[in-house]
């Protein structure tokens, strides 16, 4: 069994969203930094021919300034992924009968019962956001059923493989990028101001004309503003910690002895801590959410 035929369809409804708010925010406040970047560059040469195309620079930015203002994509890009991550985390939990899923004493109408209660309040809060909840978004799918109905060993497999394994290559490709990514936005944030000062003394010594700095200027704000964006260091650091939590997760629920007469329970609790982990980093998702609503609703 595949994951794909596990999840629900606001899962990819609200994956999809996410998505596309993602690349719309990631193009649009690259289009914004590029025409700034242009602006101060040939807003720094000499000559009257050269102040129209700095004009259009800043003329195009604003106008990107009130789309990314008035569409806000990062709120669809946040909200659509904290969504999708609660549903699937919700999904699995019924699946493979972790945490308060596990019968006995729940038999499967109080799980199915718990589990619509528990998705209600998900959509709940995002009824009213950019992400459309379909018509039948309290679903519980057949594949979600059938594995419930597996016995132990068999929804150990699928969710080691399907879950644990596939979350945890995720996480740990995701830091080791963002590392990297954040790691050379460091190097620039250091060598710029470097090069900035350089130009500076030889413009002094008088040896060019051209006033490079306000353009080393804008290269220096706009890496550290797409570094904020993309948050390289703080993703790189909770990526990182939740693969070294799902790691060791993996290792106790392969080490979980089914003939065990509290085999289940003990699934169910490390089942829970292994949701737990990756649910940390989609609670960041939706603190971010809130921060950027209760921020455009002060503006």
């Given at each position: 069994m595949r994951e794909r035929e596990l999840l629900p369809e606001f899962f990819w409804a609200a994956d999809a969203a996410s998505l596309?708010?993602?690349?719309?925010?990631?193009?649009?406040?690259?289009?914004?930094?590029?025409?700034?970047?242009?602006?101060?560059?040939?807003?720094?040469?000499?000559?009257?021919?050269?102040?129209?195309?700095?004009?259009?620079?800043?003329?195009?930015?604003?106008?990107?300034?009130?789309?990314?203002?008035?569409?806000?994509?990062?709120?669809?890009?946040?909200?659509?992924?904290?969504?999708?991550?609660?549903?699937?985390?919700?999904?699995?939990?019924?699946?493979?009968?972790?945490?308060?899923?596990?019968?006995?004493?729940r038999s499967l109408p109080d799980a199915e019962g718990l589990y619509r209660f528990q998705l209600t309040r998900v959509l709940?809060?995002?009824?009213?956001?950019?992400?459309?909840?379909?018509?039948?978004?309290?679903?519980?799918?057949?594949?979600?059923?059938?594995?419930?109905?597996?016995?132990?060993?068999?929804?150990?497999?699928?969710?080691l493989n399907e879950r644990i394994r596939v979350q945890h290559d995720w996480y740990r490709s995701k830091a080791r990028y963002c590392a990297r990514a954040g790691y050379w936005t460091g190097v620039l944030g250091v060598l710029l101001p470097a090069l900035g000062l350089a130009l500076a003394v030889l413009r002094a010594l008088g040896a060019f004309t051209y006033d490079a700095l306000g353009t080393v200027s804008a290269v220096a704000a706009s890496v550290t503003a797409w570094a904020q964006?993309?948050?390289y260091r703080p993703l790189a650091a909770a990526y990182g910690l939740a693969a070294e939590e799902l790691e060791l997760i993996r290792l106790q629920l392969a080490r979980l002895d089914l003939e065990s007469p509290d085999a289940e329970e003990i699934w169910a609790r490390l089942a829970r801590d292994a949701e737990d982990a990756v649910s940390r980093e989609h609670t960041t998702w939706q603190a971010r959410r809130e921060v950027r609503t209760t921020t455009d609703r002060e503006h």
């Open positions: 596309r708010g993602q690349r719309r925010a990631v193009l649009l406040s690259a289009w914004e930094l590029a025409l700034l970047l242009v602006a101060a560059a040939t807003g720094s040469a000499d000559g009257e021919p050269w102040a129209w195309p700095a004009a259009a620079g800043y003329l195009g930015a604003m106008a990107l300034a009130v789309v990314i203002s008035r569409q806000n994509p990062q709120g669809l890009w946040y909200e659509g992924r904290a969504a999708a991550e609660s549903v699937k985390t919700l999904a699995w939990k019924f699946a493979v009968r972790a945490d308060a899923y596990q019968p006995p004493p709940g809060a995002f009824r009213d956001g950019p992400v459309a909840v379909p018509a039948n978004g309290i679903e519980i799918t057949e594949a979600m059923r059938d594995l419930r109905g597996q016995p132990l060993a068999v929804r150990r497999e699928v969710y964006l993309r948050q």
